[in-house]
Each structure stands twice: as C-alpha cells, then as structure tokens.
C-alpha cells in the first residue's frame, strides 16, 4: 500500500471526481432546468391532490436538497483523490487541512456551475446555489470526519 502510484494508478483515485463534475455540468445545461423535470412530476403531484404553490414548494425542495447532496459527494471524492496522491508516503488520519483544498475546489466548481448556467437561456446563475453547494461540501466533509472519527475510536477500543 505504501508503494509509489504510478500515472494510471493515480487517476483511478481522482476519475470518481471527474465524472461526478461532468454530471453537475450536465445538470447546469438546459437537460436539468425545471422545466424539464417537471414534466411528469407535476402531473403525479396534481394527481395525489397537492395544489399549485405545494407542487412549486416540494420541487423547490428537492432541487436545493439535490445540491446538497451531490456536492457532498463531490467533496468526499475530492477528498479521496487528494488523500490518495503519490505525494503521500503512507496514509495520515484525516485533517481539516486535508479537506480545505477539496472544499476549495467545490465552492469554486459550484460558482463555476452557476456563472455557466447563466449563459443558458433556460437556467439562471444563483449566488444562493453556490452558498448551498458550498454547505452541501462542508456537510460532506463533517460526515467523512465523522466517519474517520469513529473508525479511530473503534480501532482504540
């Protein structure tokens, strides 16, 4: 475990992160806007009897819950391809250091996402968005420290 990673091996570490940002960039074109997702939710939703502004509070919802999340796993992937470079010779427990840069790169991806989706005619960029992909991130990041955090203390035990 404590051999050097070559090129190849080194990237299979980081390409989890690479694909999970071509998913948010193809959720920021005009195939994520709500009105394309909408299409046969509403209709369901209409269905079970929830009225117009419930509908526009639960979509609201999920699209910022949707941020949460796949930000979050964005941090924790860019956590792991950062914690698993060459650089490393052997694995050190988990640092709030270690995570700054992955957190970095999130809120700078997440602004990134937003200026572009303000180029598409469907979509609008939100500073508000890039404060929840940002908190999506952290939150990503505490439960990796969490999870560390417990593995630590079950290997002491």
Same mark, same amino acid.
């Given at each position: 475990?404590?051999?050097?990673?070559?090129?190849?091996?080194?990237?299979?570490?980081?390409?989890?992160?690479?694909?999970?940002?071509?998913? =948010?960039? =193809?959720?920021?074109?005009?195939?994520?806007?709500?009105?394309?997702?909408?299409?046969?939710?509403?209709?369901?939703?209409?269905?079970?009897?929830?009225?117009?502004?419930? =509908?526009?509070?639960?979509?609201?919802?999920?699209?910022?819950?949707?941020?949460?999340?796949?930000?979050?796993?964005?941090?924790?992937?860019?956590?792991?391809?950062?914690?698993?470079?060459?650089?490393?010779?052997?694995?050190?427990?988990?640092?709030?250091?270690?995570?700054?840069?992955?957190?970095?790169?999130?809120?700078?991806?997440?602004?990134?996402?937003?200026?572009?989706?303000?180029?598409?005619?469907?979509?609008?960029?939100?500073?508000?968005?890039?404060?929840?992909?940002?908190?999506?991130?952290?939150?990503?990041?505490?439960?990796?420290?969490?999870?560390?955090?417990?593995?630590?203390?079950?290997?002491?035990?």
């Amino acid at each position: 475990m404590n051999e050097p990673l070559t090129p190849p091996s080194a990237l299979r570490w980081w390409w989890p992160a690479l694909v999970m940002m071509a998913i =948010i960039f =193809i959720g920021s074109t005009d195939l994520g806007a709500a009105s394309h997702q909408s299409r046969l939710l509403i209709p369901l939703l209409q269905w079970l009897g929830l009225g117009e502004a419930a =509908i526009r509070g639960l979509i609201l919802t999920v699209r910022k819950c949707a941020h949460l999340t796949e930000y979050a796993f964005l941090a924790v992937l860019l956590w792991r391809g950062w914690w698993r470079r060459p650089v490393l010779p052997t694995r050190t427990p988990w640092r709030v250091r270690a995570a700054a840069l992955p957190f970095g790169i999130c809120v700078l991806y997440a602004a990134l996402d937003e200026v572009h989706q303000a180029f598409v005619p469907s979509r609008t960029g939100s500073p508000v968005d890039v404060m929840i992909d940002a908190g999506g991130a952290a939150i990503g990041l505490t439960l990796l420290w969490l999870w560390h955090r417990s593995r630590r203390a079950l290997s002491m035990a």
